[in-house]
């Protein structure tokens, strides 16, 4: 069955090319270029290969008489995208002359190729007429061989004027394809001068230069004379100073040291040099927070101030030591690392002196507040007995008078033991947040409820003054505080407000919620503070300078404001202050809330 089918093929295919060979026209397949790529048919009478180089072009393979109309259809042909046809084309290669069709084809095919089907097509002649008469049978015959002939001359000339016209516009394109080159080897030649004014220029600064090198290394030398000096300078400064210096190099390597160091820690040179910070005196200093802030100072250049650093070591015992540090040397970038200089201070002293002094005002604080306690006792007890015999005894006007100016005077002396007593209590707290020994009593409770009845406390101390209160109605504010130390912030924000604010200006008391953070906020119509007391006022014994108190008593011990940054910071919250001078002051806390 196999073999069958294979010599059916192999028939049909013998068939097709009988008919091609001897039925389809001549034709080739040619490309954009007139190369021919395939050829149909029998195409020797109208091809064939001229002499010389061997070249595949129609137009060079055509006979005689077939290249005007060949370019003449193919032009049409690419230009309209449709086929094109020429008739009556005459070869005059063979006698008797051939009368020829002549059809290009635009095939489809892909975008940026383009293929042609060109077809050569005999025409046959005619059915010949009947005979003529005998009267005149040589004039017919010459007459149709003459209308022939003028038929066959008219297309040659139709085919010269398209030739004629294509070599002109070839040569229009090559006359200003010609006008162009000469154009661009004008500005060639321009080009050129300017270029050699251009080197003429350029040997005259390469001259200029050379002579600025030459005083450029001279200046070069006459630097590096200076730095050298500059360096012995600050080698001679750096070995005279009595603090311990360090100078690291940007991945944390001592690079030198000064005596004072070696002096204070008991170290040799070649013990420290060229080794890590970290690993100096087997560890002592690898801190992290200190390795953070050095990589801060490294990528920042933000220098590192008073960083406390408390150990004991194994050559000299416990000390405490403040560490500043500074970027001193700025290399180009990539050119290398910069330097970094440590200086090292022993606070061990002035610690235990701190410690000491706050130790001594914490007794004396207890010695001086029992005192005042019973003399504060002894004073409302003589006030108490006074009303009493005001109240049931009927007196002169002269012991009227009397009477009304004692209980003035005790009222004013109680109030100043009150204030007596607030500042002990200050030195006391100060005292216990020094040694840490502050110790708070968090609870569960309700902030704006701590608030409210702080305020109406003071007011009723101060009913001559407006408090204004803004708090959430109907809400609840639940925060783990110690309630009491709580109300003392808020006293002590409230108080601030009324001393340091004309009596008839009202303050202003209020809270928010922002999330999941509570915000108290306590605002005056006082001068307010400039940015620099701002910063200022949070430390201890830290009194405004300029600012006048408007009401009340005086200013205190400048411990309040940094009692209340303390314990707000144990409660995990914020304090801050906003403020513009001449316009009044509002300070701030913030507490974390809780489910």
């Not at 295919?13 to 490309?31: H, N």
């Not at 101030?305 to 050559?315: A, I, N």
């Not at 000390?319 to 540090?325: R, V």
């Not at 314990?567 to 914020?574: D, F, K, S, T, V």
């Amino acid at each position: 069955m196999l073999k069958e089918t294979t010599q059916n093929n192999d028939l049909q295919q013998e068939v097709d090319r009988l008919l091609l060979a001897s039925y389809v026209p001549a034709s080739v397949v040619v490309d954009a270029e007139m190369n021919i790529l395939q050829v149909r048919g029998h195409t020797g009478p109208y091809l064939e290969l001229a002499p010389g180089k061997t070249s595949l072009n129609l137009l060079t393979m055509a006979r005689e008489g077939l290249r005007p109309c060949l370019r003449w259809a193919f032009s049409a042909a690419r230009k309209s995208h449709s086929p094109v046809t020429r008739e009556h084309v005459q070869v005059t290669a063979f006698d008797p002359t051939r009368e020829l069709r002549i059809t290009v084809l635009p095939l489809k095919g892909p975008p940026a190729e383009r293929y042609f089907l060109v077809l050569f097509e005999e025409e046959i002649a005619p059915a010949p007429l009947p005979a003529p008469s005998e009267e005149q049978p040589g004039r017919t015959g010459k007459r149709g061989s003459s209308a022939r002939r003028i038929a066959a001359l008219e297309l040659e000339l139709a085919t010269t004027r398209i030739k004629m016209q294509t070599m002109l516009e070839e040569r229009d394109a090559a006359n200003e394809e010609l006008q162009s080159a000469n154009e661009e080897i004008r500005t060639s030649n321009e080009e050129l001068q300017s270029s050699n004014e251009e080197l003429k220029t350029s040997q005259e600064e390469l001259q200029s230069a050379n002579q600025e090198l030459t005083t450029i290394n001279q200046e070069l030398a006459r630097s590096n004379e200076q730095i050298k000096l500059a360096e012995e300078r600050t080698n001679a400064i750096v070995e005279t100073v009595r603090s311990p210096l360090v100078v690291l190099t940007n991945d944390g390597h001592i690079e030198r040291t000064n005596a004072a160091f070696h002096q204070f820690f008991q170290v040799l040179p070649q013990e420290t040099e060229g080794s890590l910070l970290s690993d100096l005196s087997n560890g002592q200093w690898n801190i992290p927070r200190l390795r953070f802030l050095l990589e801060q100072v490294s990528t920042t250049n933000e220098p590192l101030h008073d960083f406390e650093v408390e150990h004991t070591f194994p050559r000299i015992g416990h000390k405490i030591l403040l560490l500043n540090a500074r970027r001193v040397v700025d290399e180009p970038a990539g050119a290398g690392d910069h330097l970094h200089l440590l200086a090292i201070e022993d606070i061990t002293a002035r610690k235990e002196l701190e410690r000491q002094k706050d130790l001594m005002l914490g007794m004396t604080s207890h010695e001086l507040k029992t005192p005042l306690a019973a003399l504060r006792g002894m004073l409302q007890l003589v006030q108490r007995r006074l009303k009493r015999v005001v109240v049931t005894r009927h007196m002169p006007s002269e012991w009227g008078s009397f009477v009304k100016d004692l209980t003035k005077s005790l009222e004013d002396s109680i109030r100043q033991i009150d204030v007596q007593t607030r500042l002990i209590n200050d030195l006391l707290d100060v005292s216990r947040i020094t040694t840490k020994t502050l110790n708070l009593s968090p609870e569960r409770c309700d902030l704006i409820s701590i608030v409210r009845q702080t305020v109406e406390d003071l007011q009723a101390i101060a009913p001559e003054r407006s408090l204004l209160l803004a708090l959430p109605e109907h809400a609840v504010v639940p925060v783990l505080a110690d309630g009491a130390r709580i109300s003392q912030v808020v006293t002590n924000y409230v108080t601030n407000a009324l001393r340091y604010s004309s009596p008839d200006q009202p303050v202003h008391i209020g809270l928010t919620i922002q999330e999941d953070v509570a915000r108290v906020w306590v605002r005056d119509q006082g001068p307010g503070l400039s940015e620099e007391a701002q910063t200022q006022l949070w430390q201890r014994f830290q009194q405004v300078k300029g600012v006048p108190v408007l009401s009340g008593s005086g200013k205190g011990l400048g411990l309040g404001l940094y009692i209340c940054q303390t314990l707000i910071e144990q409660h995990q919250g914020e304090v801050g202050v906003e403020s513009t001078p001449g316009e009044g002051s509002t300070f701030w806390f913030t507490l974390p809330m809780i489910t």
